[in-house]
């Protein structure tokens, strides 16, 4: 439990280190779909790599957070709280901006590695591979934290979970930028409010390319949303470090 004495940005490459096959596998894998695809619309270049990195980004959260507080308890160090060493709460959200930490480097490198190629090729613009960078790496700080909370709550399936919200923030955004006659005018603004708000991404790439509209109210909904989640997140660590979860876990 001394992680915390090391520096953060030595704790974050620790944790890079730590996944570095998953996420080797992760770039190996849509690096070779990519190649697949482009050969067959080698116009859509540009789009492709995109879409990679907005894949890329949220599986590499949810590999990187995982595991923050459930691997804990599928494991002996959750016995350590048994002594009370430290505050757990802390110490689980410093594991956090570890990992935001790490995902952010991580997606950071990635973009940078996929702009340059586009650079000295040939009618290719790279600039919009660089201006979707402050949407990648909030999007790092919101998955993450969605994982965060789920781990905290779940010994198995935070990932899942985690991106089983985000798709459906993907899938419904859209559908309930205006209010819907399915859900209701209560309905509506309620699920808008739930779902991951992709929408509020969009518009931060948007005002990154240029768009001159406020991005405040944007800005708002993803701190509030993020802040929730983590509030959420640790409210559980305190729970399960405090209740049966943590005495179900020492009798694993």
């Known amino acids: 439990m001394r992680s915390t004495l090391i520096p953060i940005w030595r704790r974050a490459h620790l944790l890079l280190g730590a996944h570095a096959t998953s996420l080797t596998v992760l770039v190996v894998s849509l690096a070779a779909l990519d190649a697949l695809m482009l050969s067959a619309r080698p116009d859509t270049v540009v789009g492709m790599i995109g879409a990679s990195l907005v894949i890329a980004t949220a599986v590499s959260s949810v590999i990187l957070t995982a595991d923050v507080v459930a691997g804990d308890f599928r494991g002996g160090a959750v016995q350590l709280w048994l002594q009370k060493p430290r505050s757990p709460v802390r110490y689980y959200a410093a594991r956090l901006v570890d990992a935001v930490l790490a995902g952010g480097t991580f997606v950071t490198v990635l973009v940078l590695a996929a702009a340059l190629p586009l650079h000295f090729a040939e ?130």
């Open 123 to 252: 009618s290719l613009e790279p600039t919009l591979i660089l201006l979707s960078l402050p949407r990648l790496l909030l999007a790092v700080v919101l998955i993450s934290s969605i994982t965060f909370a789920l781990s905290a709550w779940v010994n198995r399936g935070a990932g899942l979970g985690a991106l089983v919200i985000y798709s459906s923030g993907l899938l419904l955004e859209r559908d309930l930028a205006a209010d819907s006659e399915i859900w209701g005018a209560v309905g509506t603004p309620l699920l808008r409010a739930l779902l991951f708000p992709e929408a509020a991404l969009g518009h931060v790439f948007d005002f990154a390319a240029g768009d001159p509209s406020p991005i405040g109210l944007a800005l708002a909904r993803i701190t509030l949303y993020t802040a929730a989640w983590i509030a959420f997140g640790l409210f559980g660590v305190h729970r399960a470090t405090t209740t049966s979860r943590l005495a179900r876990a020492q009798g694993e």
